[in-house]
T-cell receptor
Framework: EAGVTQFPSHSVIEKGQTVTLRCDPISGHDNLYWYRRVMGKEIKFLLHFVKESKQDESGMPNNRFLAERTGGTYSTLKVQPAELEDSGVYFCASSQDLFYNEQFFGPGTRLTVL | AQRVTQPEKLLSVFKGAPVELKCNYSYSGSPELFWYVQYSRQRLQLLLR??SRESIKGFTADLNKGETSFHLKKPFAQEEDSAMYYC?????????????FGKGTLLTVNP
């Protein structure tokens, strides 16, 4: 099994542009999470999907970030317009159930905003 | 608010020496604690969780609620243990599944 996959692995864009990150969870995992690590800071939670519904989006920094999970399969995270402070590594994780909740992480997408 | 503190950014030991990576937490409810590890060029993966009370790759961690700590220990470090280690916390009550991470400790085991 491939595990959680993320695309692209790296993205370099200019301030003001739009970027869309994609996450494919492990097949059968209803729970999907987005996290972010900016330079020098800890990994921080962004949001949690259960199937196609947003269970918790308390970590989304502002309305420039939009996450979707149509059909309850893969998820996208769009940043529009990107700002310099959005640079960092964006991780996606999935889990099969909530109680045991082992979250399996993807390799991350490194976003650089110039 | 929940918070996880890993006081050491870097930790360097020699092979065969004991190692302890410190983790302290702040949480008013009933926490569940985890250790995640990221080896070079690999993804973040779960090392152990306190409710399992397992020993993984020779590592153990005990939840000390009095000291609000969850330190990771190994009696004899190996070179392959060199990695970034993250302590994480979530609400053990089951209503909130997000993980709160510490900043991580980079462990280097020298030959």
């Amino acid at each position: 099994e491939a595990g959680v996959t993320q695309f692209p692995s790296h993205s370099v864009i200019e301030k003001g542009q739009t970027v869309t990150l994609r996450c494919d969870p492990i097949s059968g995992h209803d729970n999907l999470y987005w996290y972010r690590r900016v330079m020098g800071k800890e990994i921080k939670f962004l949001l949690h999907f259960v199937k196609e519904s947003k269970q918790d989006e308390s970590g989304m920094p502002n309305n420039r970030f939009l996450a979707e999970r149509t059909g309850g399969t893969y998820s996208t995270l769009k940043v529009q317009p990107a700002e310099l402070e959005d640079s960092g590594v964006y991780f996606c994780a999935s889990s099969q159930d909530l109680f045991y909740n082992e979250q399996f992480f993807g390799p991350g997408t490194r976003l650089t905003v110039l | 608010a929940q918070r996880v503190t890993q006081p050491e950014k870097l930790l360097s030991v020699f092979k065969g020496a004991p190692v302890e990576l410190k983790c302290n937490y702040s949480y008013s409810g009933s926490p569940e604690l985890f250790w995640y590890v990221q080896y070079s060029r690999q993804r973040l993966q779960l090392l152990l969780r306190h409710i399992s009370r397992e020993s993984i790759k020779g590592f153990t961690a005990d939840l000390n609620k009095g000291e609000t700590s969850f330190h990771l220990k190994k009696p004899f470090a190996q070179e392959e243990d060199s990695a970034m280690y993250y302590c994480a916390l979530r609400d053990g009550g089951g209503s909130n599944y997000k993980l709160t991470f510490g900043k991580g400790t980079l462990l280097t085991v020298n030959p």
